[in-house]
């Protein structure tokens, strides 16, 4: 009897003692807008900004990385590389993700409609490779060492590519209760209305775009990985197919892919991490056998032959 008197007071008495979870931030009071310029008949969404702030930047830095010796090409060929990278970056992206995500596009109008998003990183990073080679073979170039230099400065564009996703509010992470979590629009479960979800997009950003440029950087400018055709592509590889596996743990399956693909894949492996398994394997191949087509290097820019 005395129990059932005391309990109601000692439920409020551990009510009030409990720390107090401050509420967790909400997307919307950050204010921020897809569209970075509105004149009314014209407007520059971030995202489209993001591609091309990637390719200029990524340009720039290219420019430098030829600019030393043992250079697998010269000034003018880099110039052509960027058409051919940007053709592999659009027409790649918005085919990989047809495939990879939304199947129904490639029977439909739908696909050519890049206004309305969909792109896919892996998609992007086939056309892109194909276009290398068909670059590389007009020209006489060794493709795998383009290939190297051309991934030293790809972390550019992931960068501003996943900062211009979490400013769409966009590819949003899992339900946590972690205290940076961010409460995003339109993320209703059942049960729970606009649930607190990781910010996946800023911790891809840090990994696919921040670490993943130190390490090519470090590479490239403080070992002699430029000399060992396949190596620095082969970092890339391997630091984006890891990095992109683990933040998919954190990270809500594309809606698309969700639809199709049936509830195993949804619930357990996302798509994203099943296209980075080959990235993986193939990086540490290429990273492992490196030193072994090592060859003397003539320049086709940059200064003296490297033994």
Known sequence: MILSHLQPVLGQILVAAAPTVPPHLHFTDLHLSKVALDLGFFQIKWYSLAYITGIVVGWWYLLKLIAQPGSP????????????????????????????????????????????????????????????????????????????????????????????????????????????????????MPGIIDPARHPSQLYEAGLEGIALFAILWFAFWRTKARYEPGKLVGLFLLG???????????????????????????????????????????????????????????????GESVA
């Open 240 to 302: 984006y197919g890891l990095a992109r596996f683990t933040v998919e743990f954190f990270r809500e399956p594309d809606g698309q892919f969700r639809e199709w693909a049936g509830g195993f894949f949804a619930n357990t492996i996302h798509m994203g991490q099943v296209l980075t398994l080959p990235m993986i394997v193939g990086g540490l191949y290429l990273v492992l056998t490196a030193k072994g087509r090592r060859t003397r290097v003539e320049p086709i820019a940059g």
């Open 73 to 188: 090409m010269a000034r003018r060929h880099a110039d052509d590389l960027v058409f051919y990278a940007t053709l592999g970056i659009i027409l790649g992206g918005r085919v990989g993700y047809a495939l990879f995500y939304a199947p129904r596009l490639l029977v439909s109008t739908g696909i050519f409609r890049l206004w309305d998003g969909g792109m896919s990183f892996h998609g992007g990073m086939i056309g892109t490779s194909i276009g290398i080679i068909l670059f590389a073979r007009a020209q006489k170039l060794d493709w795998l060492r383009i290939h190297d230099y051309l991934a030293c400065a790809v972390p550019f564009g992931l960068f501003f590519g996943r900062v211009a996703n979490f400013v769409n509010g966009e590819l949003w992470g899992k339900p946590t209760d972690v205290p940076w979590a961010i409460v995003f629009p339109d993320t209703v």
